[in-house]
């Protein structure tokens, strides 16, 4: 059983009866899931994952005044909650402290992406780590009838603002043309197999980046970049089977004819969603001809390696 059920179980059958009897003037204002990090967060956790950090648990969140009236309490209230649910019981690392129990929702989401507000321009969104964002709002909401917390949720699931939807990408060709078409067959005939392999790794991050963002999802932690790539409706489940299929190649052309392949995937969705005319199979020449979209001149001035 995934984390993410028994954690909604538990909620159910031990969290919110508790919220009904011990707190029930604020049961209207508590919400209630699991999100942030944590393989069993995203649904893929598994029984290696057990051994630390994963078990019955779940998040509680309070808006500010909430939290100062009666947040130490419901932490109280949640920590006499059973340790043991379903024959599964809790972990906790030293590392893993601080990821379930009682959140004031503003902190709760400046941990993740250093302001108890969403973005409100182009220098605040390109700041954030596409990790963090995607581990905020990864998981589930199991209870949340004021909706504060969803709210923010969910201004952050609309995604970047095209303009810095836009730069992403522009960036990502760059680096993404960089690394594995230009420079990682170089690297082989001179020997260099040290920068040769970090070519053909950083091809993939990046590929896998430019996926999520054609896809308008963030992108994970890199331990599950690759898995989640595979569920995703736009070139996901082409980009999972060629890169395993070039990640476990033992012959260098076959990895840039792998390389070449995926690039050339990429340029055709480029047409459909008509982000590049550019007639190159060269994704570099692709970069500037889809920054040069973006309306807002400060960013479209921008070195287009950036972003």
Known sequence: MKGLEISERFFKEHGLPMIHEKLGNYKDRIAAGLVGDGSECYGFDDEISRDHDWGPSFCLWLNKNDYAEIGQLLQAEYNKLPQTFEGFQRKISAWGEGRIGVFETGEFYKKFIG????????????????SYLAACTNGRVFYDPLGEFTQFRNRLLEFYPEDVRLKKIAARCMSIAQAGQYNFMRCVKRR???AAQYAETKFYADTISLVFLLNKKYTPFFKWMHRAVKDLPILGGAAYKTILESVLAHDYNKKYRLIEEICASIITEFKKQGLSEAGSSFLLDHGPV??????DPKL???NVWMG
Do not use: G
């Open 115 to 130: 302001t108890e507000r969403v973005p409100e321009n182009a220098d605040e969104w390109l700041s954030l780590p596409e």
């Open 192 to 194: 260099e197999h040290v």
């Open 290 to 295: 889809i920054q040069a979209k973006i309306k």
């Open 300 to 302: 479209r001035e921008m």
